[in-house]
Structure formats: C-alpha cells, structure tokens
T-cell receptor
Framework: EAGVAQSPRYKIIEKRQSVAFWCNPI?????LYWYQQILGQGPKLLIQ????????DSQLPKDRFSAERLKGVDSTLKIQPAKLEDSAVYLC?????????????FGPGTRLTVT | DAKTTQPTSMDCAEGRAANLPCNHS???????VYWYRQIHSQGPQYIIH???NNETNEMASLIITEDRKSSTLILPHATLRDTAVYYC?????????????FGKGTHLIIQP
C-alpha cells in the first residue's frame, strides 16, 4: 500500500514570497490533516478535512495560510506571504475510521526555509 | 485533551527492553492513551493505543496503571532503528475534529 505522498520535499524562499505544498493521501482515506512542525517541537495541527469539507481550522493563521481539498482527494496548503517564523516542516497525514478509532498515517513532510 | 508529561530523553542498550514513561494525571474516563514515534527526518508513526487494559501489538506493549494516571510504553528488544522521539498523547476518541496534540516527547537513544 502506497503511503502519504508530499511534494516538494524541500523548499527555500525569501520572506514575502508565496509557496504551495501538495499532498496525496492514502487511497480511500477520507480524512486529511496538515500539521506544522517547528524545529525542536512536536507537530501542531493546522487544518483537518473530511472529504472536501473543513472539520477544524481553528489553528490555521488564515491571514496568510490557506488550504483546499477540492475533489476530496489531493490537498494543497499555501502560504502567502511567507514570514521567517513559517520556517518549519509541513506534514500531511490521512486516516480512516476502523472500529471507532482513527489511526493517522503521516507523509515525510516538506521542509520550508524562509530567508 | 489531557496534558501529558514525559522525560526529555532516555538511553537504552541495544537488545534490552526500553521502557518509556508518561504521566497523564488529569486523564478523564473517555480519553485514550496513544503513542506515536518520529524517526529523524520522517513523519510520525502510530505505535499503539489503549483505554484501560494493557495492549500489545507487533511493535510494542502499553501498560496503563489501574488509576490510569500514568502509562509505560515498552519496546521489548530495542534496536538501533528504534532511536526516535516518542510522543504520548491523551485524547478522546470521537468522530469529527480529532487532530493530534503533540508535546515535545521523549528522545530515545538506543546505544550499540
């Protein structure tokens, strides 16, 4: 079974530029998550989708971050404009419900450096 | 979700059992204990979860105290590939919003 795919793996941009990350979840997984992991910290949830609808975006900085999952499969996370503090690894995860429990499967992440 | 406390780092000799503690003294009755780990430069990986009873799978065992205020993850025969950051997470299992809240975890270093 193929895992969660993310691209690019690395990205370096200057502050005030825009950037987009792409995620392809495991086939059949209706739930998709984006997390931000700053160096030395645990991942922090940014947004959760169920199919193409947003379930939780309470921690997404909506003035500069946006995410979509138009067809309920692939997802894109965008930052516009980027700030230095956005330097982090952006992780995508997907899950499905089994026996009332959802186990999340994570992709390898995209490492963003903002200079 | 309840708060968890874990040691910052631990060492374990290769081939020995690694016992990782987690304190969750404010856990409520409907909250599960989850463990994930993150190997360097990879995304987190699910290990195991439990509610009240001890659990075992092919990766690890989870021992939860009777009062549920603490738990221990056991890797029975640690290998060098088990070197990672281990996260203990306590949360309600429900439909809807279920993003994970990660702390800083325990950095487990397996020594050859």
């Amino acid at each position: 079974e193929a895992g969660v795919a993310q691209s690019p793996r690395y990205k370096i941009i200057e502050k005030r530029q825009s950037v987009a990350f792409w995620c392809n979840p495991i086939s059949g997984h209706a739930t998709l998550y984006w997390y931000q992991q700053i160096l030395g910290q645990g991942p922090k949830l940014l947004i959760q989708f169920q199919n193409n609808g947003v379930v939780d975006d309470s921690q997404l900085p909506k003035d500069r971050f946006s995410a979509e999952r138009l067809k309920g499969v692939d997802s894109t996370l965008k930052i516009q404009p980027a700030k230095l503090e956005d330097s982090a690894v952006y992780l995508c995860a997907s899950s499905f419900m089994v026996a009332g429990v959802r186990e999340q499967y994570f992709g390898p992440g995209t490492r963003l450096t903002v200079t | 979700d309840a708060k968890t406390t874990q040691p910052t780092s631990m060492d374990c000799a290769e081939g020995r059992a690694a016992n990782l503690p987690c304190n969750h003294s404010t856990i409520s009755g409907n909250e599960y204990v989850y463990w994930y780990r993150q190997i360097h430069s990879q995304g987190p990986q699910y290990i195991i979860h439990g509610l009240k009873n001890n659990e075992t799978n092919e990766m690890a065992s989870l021992i939860i105290t009777e009062d549920r205020k603490s738990s221990t993850l056991i890797l029975p025969h640690a290998t060098l590939r088990d070197t990672a950051v281990y996260y203990c997470i306590v949360r309600v299992v429900k439909g809807g919003a279920d993003g994970l809240t990660f702390g800083k975890g325990t950095h487990l270093i397996i020594q050859p």
